[in-house]
């Protein structure tokens, strides 16, 4: 016996040996994969650190300067810190020669401050082999000794955008290597002497004891003996207190013994279970066959749902019959094992779901480990990237990085995520293809039962065409769609923002306001197209006489603002004129027709002592209109002691008055009356506006009027005299019998008004008051400056039965040319003939004509300005039909209206 203990000794030896022979050539082989893994994952991210098209076919020696090569070395030595490789680098060939284009530094090397430029460095030292890699074009692992040591390294064959030729490649030290060999020796070394000491104290008692085993055999066989039977009692307990059903059965399936957990999960005691007849009472065909099978001998399987015998419990459960057999190998019975596993099989159909929900979500759902290793990506992670699942798992998420995303941003999100806490961001990053996208991402970090994070989960998702469409939108809203400059309201944020920096930093900027003279020509005679063809070259004009920092806009209409940046009323004086100078050579051409553009404009001066963005603007519109009063094509610069710019300074405050009033319906309606001088008929009424001041005063229209006109205010005045004219005739027209009709004045801002057409339209066909009752009156200059526009607003209110006079007729150069062109009923003579007409005979003479070229073409005449009896005397012999003024009435408030016909209807009744 004691020879058989030395055999197995030795076979036991033999057997540590060559475990440990074979552990160790595994792990070799496995610690070498692990390394060209790490390699060739280090060697592939360098291109991707690199600038992009950093290797084309035209590199040369110089291409890149010592500062933007440290760049590159400093990006690749970072990455390397953080694996296991000591140099990333990447080479050429040209010629015979092997060429540096860029390499990683380690940490000494930096340290030391000597000069790290190696584009187009030589590679001196390289092994010959490295030229398989250039010419075969497959990846090569050497291990290789150089200048720089000895080392392990990988050598990839790389192809850059224009498909020339590179090899990009990564080095570890070969004492690295064997460092972690003889690490691993060590372990398996120890281990051995483990095994063997545990060995020698056993060798040791059996040559120590050899005779008293003998003796003492028997005492050993008593007490295993005792040891069985307490054995048997702790194996009675574990099967009562076991977590699962365990019962025993006879060859006839009645159950002779149940723990206690079986008896829970039917529902039931041992006293109903212990002698229950499985095959004669279960119903569940299943598990009737299960049980079946173990009484053939096979292990008898179940697995679903089940309701217990008497229908009071319902369960998912899992059932195994296992067979005993006696000595003779007859089978006598069987053990079961149940186990209710519904909460389980709950929990499974919930992940079941929650995988299925990951797997089919429209968003990506990346999972990685700790270290940001990627474990898990969802099929729209592929669809979205372009990455399929085996090209990514195992790495970084940074293969998505596009370079756009700021370290501060990855610094924060790892602080974050380490913290414990939900990240939330925004990436810019590159799909497999090289297209970029807009990622939207949440990630949060997975926890342990201890709190310690083990994994990172991401949901991504590609917003790119949200960011595209909300980008448009916000391109939309702050620039104008005709030219794609800015539009008023960016442009005035970013006043703000130069007004507050003159503030702040004591620095000078010029304004500059601009206004194409007579835009409105070319618009009339070509069309809107034309006018639109004509701003868009304009601005291109513009835009070439400006530097980059400089900000042009169009506010709207045929203007355009410049704000010159950092200049001085000089520089600003010096771009309006190479403007204007560059407009006398342009012509702009339309089909047939030829136009030479001209403008007017404004300067001032923006520095610590302008109040606001809004004084500023108002400043240089001033000035710019000012230039145009003075004969156009020429600019202005603003100064607070010009007269004129004070006139134009109190239109803009009348322009805030205005827009008040109408907010707080502060005008008044007044009436002047019309009567007629050749026959017998009602008098009709000149409507005319007064504005009610805050302190209470009435204004005439003289004061605000220009200001309207300025700042295009105009029709929304007439909106409103219009409206509330209507609205008294409405509410008074049983009164108004007496009254041939109510004229109602209209700007020329008014006649090109389409919403405003349309809503008198609506409101005479929807009205009660006639048609015929109302009048309306344009000026003779307004009408031929909006010559077309006016055609069809008379005649669109002339179907309905309104009536027009031409008003101030007569003070036009072509006053007569025009008058064919415009279907109005009346002329209303200009006062400034009228008022003269008995000393001076050339006015007479005007108003004589007028009356009777008048009433050649079917018109009837109104002489306005009328001061005097001997004045409304000399009209009736002239045969004009109408006078208004003074000496007939001065303006009264409208519902004075009201009082003449109650005087007429008591005279009436006095006559009677």
């Not at 939207?440 to 994994?455: A, C, D, Q, R």
């Not at 008098?683 to 001041?693: A, K, Q």
Request: with cysteine.
């Amino acid at each position: 016996m004691t020879g058989r203990v030395y055999i197995a000794v030795l076979v036991y030896i033999a057997w540590v040996v060559l475990y440990l022979v074979w552990d160790y050539s595994r792990e070799q082989s496995r610690i070498y994969e692990k390394i060209d893994s790490t390699l060739t994952t280090s060697a592939l991210a360098a291109p991707l650190l690199l600038p992009y098209s950093f290797h084309h076919r035209d590199m040369k020696p110089g291409d890149i300067d010592p500062a933007n090569d440290l760049k590159n070395t400093l990006q690749l030595s970072q990455y390397a810190q953080n694996t296991d490789a000591i140099y990333l680098y990447t080479l050429i060939k040209k010629g015979n020669t092997v060429y540096f284009t860029s390499s990683s530094a380690t940490e000494a090397e930096l340290a030391s401050g000597k000069e790290l430029y190696s584009y187009f460095e030589p590679y001196e030292t390289a092994d010959p082999r490295i030229n398989e890699v250039f010419a075969n074009k497959v990846p090569l692992f050497l291990d290789i000794t150089d200048k720089w040591g000895s080392f392990r390294s990988v050598f990839i064959p790389q192809t850059s955008p224009d498909g020339s030729f590179f090899i990009t490649a990564a080095d570890m030290e070969i004492s690295q290597i064997e460092s972690l060999l003889n690490q691993r020796l060590a372990q398996q070394l120890g281990l051995a002497i483990i095994f063997l000491l545990f060995l020698s104290p056993v060798m040791f008692t059996f040559s120590a004891a050899q005779r008293r085993w003998a003796n003492n055999l028997e005492a050993s066989v008593r007490k295993r003996t005792r040891e069985l039977h307490d054995s048997e009692k702790r194996l009675s307990s574990i099967i009562e207190h076991s977590p699962v059903g365990i019962f025993h059965y006879n060859q006839d399936s009645v159950i002779t013994m149940i723990n206690q957990r079986f008896g829970e999960i039917l529902g039931s005691s041992d006293k109903v279970l212990v002698g229950f007849n499985m095959l004669d009472k279960l119903t569940d065909e299943k598990l009737r066959a299960a049980l079946q099978d173990a009484l053939n001998g096979k292990v008898g399987l179940f697995e679903g749902p089940y309701v217990s015998v008497t229908g009071q419990r319902k369960m998912y459960l899992i059932a195994e019959f296992v067979p005993l057999r006696d000595a003779q190998g007859q089978i006598n019975g069987g053990v079961g094992v149940f186990n209710d596993a519904t909460e389980q099989q709950t929990t499974t159909n919930t992940l079941k779901k929650l995988s299925m929900a990951v797997e089919q979500s429209p968003n990506v759902v990346v999972i990685t480990d700790k270290s940001g290793q990627i474990e898990y990506v969802n099929p729209r992670f592929t669809d979205i990237t372009g990455y399929y699942p085996d090209e990514v798992i195992g790495k970084n998420p940074r293969l998505l990085n596009s370079g756009e995303t700021t370290a501060e941003i990855y610094g924060d999100l790892w602080k974050t995520l380490l913290a414990g806490q939900e990240w939330r961001g925004v990436f810019h990053n590159r799909k497999k293809n090289g297209e970029l996208y807009w990622a939207e991402e949440v990630i949060s970090p997975i926890t342990n039962n201890f709190g310690e994070i083990t994994h990172f989960i991401a949901l991504q998702e590609d917003i790119t065409e949200v960011r595209r469409i909300s980008d448009e939108i916000n391109f939309q809203t702050t620039h104008d769609s005709l030219t794609g400059l800015l539009n008023r309201r960016q442009f005035e944020n970013e006043l703000t923002r130069i007004v507050e920096h003159a503030h702040n930093h004591h620095s000078h900027h010029v304004l500059c306001f601009i206004d194409i003279d007579q835009f409105k020509i070319v618009n009339d005679t070509c069309g809107h197209m034309a006018g639109d063809d004509l701003l868009r070259q304009i601005s291109n004009l513009i835009r070439d006489k400006l530097r980059r920092r400089d900000i042009l806009a169009r506010p709207g209409s045929d203007e355009f603002l410049i704000l010159l940046e950092n200049a001085s009323l000089a520089q600003g004086e010096r771009v309006i004129q190479m403007i204007m100078n560059d407009l006398k050579k342009f012509r702009f051409q339309w089909e047939d027709h030829n136009f030479q553009v001209e403008i007017s404009a404004g300067l001032t001066v923006i520095d610590p002592q302008t109040s606001s963005a809004i004084s500023a603007m108002q400043d240089v519109d001033t000035a710019c209109y000012t230039a145009k009063d003075a004969g156009r094509n020429r600019f202005h610069i603003y100064n607070d002691n010009d007269e004129q710019q004070l006139i134009r300074k109190g239109y803009i405050q009348w322009a805030s008055e205005i827009h008040h009033a109408l907010d707080d319906n502060r005008f008044q309606l007044y009436v002047q009356p019309i009567v007629p001088l050749q026959k017998k008929q009602n008098t009709g009424y000149e409507v005319l506006i007064r504005l009610l001041s805050e302190s209470g005063d009435l204004v005439a229209p003289g004061a605000f009027l220009p200001a309207a006109e300025r700042y295009n205010i105009a029709s929304q005045i007439d909106r409103w005299v219009i409206r509330n004219t209507l609205q008294w005739m409405a509410k008074n027209i049983d009164h108004l019998d007496h009254i041939d009709s109510l004229a109602i004045n209209l700007s020329g801002q008014s006649l090109g008004d389409d919403a405003l057409l349309g809503y008198i339209i609506r409101s005479i066909e929807q009205g009660v008051v006639p048609a015929r009752m109302i009048k309306f009156e344009i000026t003779e200059t307004a009408a031929i400056a909006n010559l077309k526009d006016a055609q069809i607003f008379i005649r669109s209110l002339k179907s309905l039965g309104c009536r027009f006079a031409l008003d101030d007729f007569g003070s036009g150069l072509s006053s007569f040319a025009y008058l064919k062109n415009l279907p109005v009923d009346l002329l209303k003579i200009d006062g400034i003939f009228v008022r003269d007409i008995i000393t001076d005979p050339i006015d007479e003479a005007m108003v004589r004509s007028i009356n009777e070229v008048g009433h050649i073409m079917g018109m009837e005449t109104i002489a306005e300005f009328v001061e005097t009896d001997e004045i409304m005397e000399r009209l009736r012999q002239l045969g004009v039909d109408y006078a208004q003024g003074y000496t007939i009435s001065r303006p009264r408030p409208i519902n004075t209206i009201l009082d003449t016909a109650t005087a007429t209807a008591e005279t009436s009744s006095e006559q009677a």
